[in-house]
C-alpha cells in the first residue's frame, strides 16, 4: 500500500510542480525608487488579475547576462528593462524576441498603439516604457548662491567640492563637451572624431580628482543625502522621490540628457508568451500613467499624459521649460560606439589621479 502511495505522490509531483512553474514570470529591471514605481504602479496589479507571482530581479544595465543567457538556451530572465541603446544592441545581436505593436492594448479612445505612442518608443525587438532623465542634482543646504547650470558642475573654483557621476561614458562626454563649448546639437558629430574624444576626456580630467562614481540611481542619491558629494549626475526621477521623502535638494535642469526605457523579452526562454502579455498590461495607458503617479517619468503613450494632473506633468522630464536645452541621448550612436569607446574610458579609470592643487573658496 505504501508504495502505491508513493508513487501516486511522485505522480501528483510530476504534473502540479510544473503547472506551478509556469505561474511565475521573472521581470528584470532597476533598483529603489524607479522599481518601487513598477511594482506599485502596475506589477502588482498584473498580479491581481492574472494570477502569475511576478519575481522582480535588479540589475544595473547591460546586455552581458542576457547574451550568456539566450548562448546557452538558459533563460532565466524572462522580460527586461534596457536602456534603449543596449535594445538596439541585444537586438542586432539576435538576442531579444521581435514584438509586434500591434498585440498593444489600444489607448481608451480606440487609438492604436501605434499612433498613441510617441515617436522613437516602438522598436522591433522593444516596446518603450519611460522617457527618463538624466540631471545635476545638488543639496540646498551646502551653497549660499546654488548652482543654475552644468558649466557649474565643471568649475571647481566657483563650486568647490566633489562631484558625482555614473562610471560610463554616456552622458558624461555629451556633458563635457557641452561644457567645453559645443552646441548639443553637434556633439555626436564632434564625439565621432578621435580629436572630439581627446577633447571630452580632457574636460573630464579637470574633474577628474574630485569625482565619485556610480553606478545605479539609488547609488547616486544615496552620494548626495549623505554629503559625500556637493554635486551628482543622478536620474530625475530619483530626485523627486527624494524631495518627497524631505531630502533638500534641487534639480539642474540646463542640459539635462533624456532617454527611452523600453521592454524587452530575451530568446529562447520559456515564458515568452506570458512575458508579451506583462508587457501588454505594463504598457497600457493606465499602467503608464499610474507608474508616472509614483516617480515622475514621462509615459510614452500621448493617452496616459493626458491622465496626469498639470503639477505632475510640470515635474516630467518632457514639460516643455525642462525641454529648452535638453540633449536627446543618441541611442542609436552608442549602440555604433560603445564598444570603440568603453574600453578606452576604462582605460582612463584606470589611470593614476593627479590631485591639483587646492583651489580658494
Not at 125 to 141: A, P, W, Y
Not at 194 to 200: P, Q, T, W, Y
Not at 242 to 253: H, N, S, Y
Request: aromatic share 10%; with cysteine; glycine share 6%.
Amino acid at each position: 500500500m505504501w508504495y502505491r502511495l508513493a508513487f501516486i505522490g511522485l505522480v501528483v509531483c510530476a504534473t502540479v510542480l510544473p503547472a506551478q512553474a509556469q505561474q511565475t514570470l521573472n521581470v528584470v529591471s532597476w533598483d529603489g525608487a524607479y522599481v518601487k514605481s513598477q511594482i506599485l504602479g502596475f506589477i502588482r496589479p498584473y498580479e491581481a488579475d492574472s494570477g502569475v507571482r511576478v519575481n522582480v530581479i535588479q540589475y544595473s544595465g547591460g546586455i552581458d547576462s542576457i547574451r550568456k543567457q539566450v548562448r546557452a538556451w538558459n533563460v532565466q530572465w524572462d522580460i527586461v528593462d534596457l536602456e534603449l541603446f543596449d535594445a538596439i544592441r541585444a537586438c542586432d545581436e539576435g538576442l531579444l524576441e521581435p514584438i509586434d505593436p500591434k498585440i498593444l492594448s489600444p489607448a481608451p479612445d480606440g487609438t492604436s498603439a501605434q499612433d498613441d505612442f510617441i515617436a522613437g518608443s516602438l522598436m522591433p525587438c522593444g516596446i518603450g516604457n519611460v522617457v527618463g532623465s538624466t540631471v545635476v542634482s545638488f543639496d540646498r543646504t551646502q551653497f549660499k548662491t546654488p548652482p543654475s547650470s552644468l558649466d557649474d558642475f565643471f568649475n571647481l573654483k566657483k563650486y568647490p567640492g566633489k562631484r558625482g557621476l555614473r562610471r560610463s561614458p554616456k552622458v558624461n562626454l555629451e556633458w563635457a563637451l557641452v561644457a567645453d563649448g559645443v552646441a548639443p546639437e553637434r556633439v555626436y558629430e564632434v564625439l565621432s572624431s578621435d580629436a572630439g574624444l581627446d577633447r571630452a576626456f580632457a574636460v573630464l580630467d579637470r574633474i577628474k580628482p574630485n569625482i565619485e562614481w556610480w553606478q545605479t540611481g539609488e547609488e547616486a542619491i544615496r552620494l548626495l543625502e549623505t554629503k559625500r558629494v556637493e554635486m551628482s549626475s543622478v536620474y530625475s526621477g530619483r530626485v523627486d522621490d527624494a524631495l518627497q521623502r524631505g531630502e533638500p535638494l534641487d534639480i539642474i535642469w540646463d542640459h539635462q540628457v533624456w532617454f527611452f526605457d523600453v521592454w524587452a523579452i530575451p530568446k529562447n526562454g520559456r515564458n515568452t508568451e506570458r512575458a508579451k502579455e506583462f508587457l501588454r498590461f505594463a504598457s497600457s495607458t493606465e499602467s503608464l500613467a499610474e507608474q508616472a503617479r509614483y516617480i515622475p517619468y514621462g509615459p510614452v503613450r500621448q493617452s496616459a499624459l493626458a491622465l496626469l494632473t498639470p503639477e505632475l506633468r510640470q515635474r516630467l522630464p518632457t514639460a516643455k521649460e525642462h525641454l529648452a536645452t535638453a540633449i536627446e541621448l543618441n541611442a542609436s550612436w552608442w549602440s555604433e560606439n560603445l564598444a570603440r569607446i568603453a574600453p578606452r574610458f576604462e582605460q582612463w579609470l584606470s589611470r593614476p589621479v593627479m590631485v591639483p592643487k587646492a583651489l580658494p573658496r
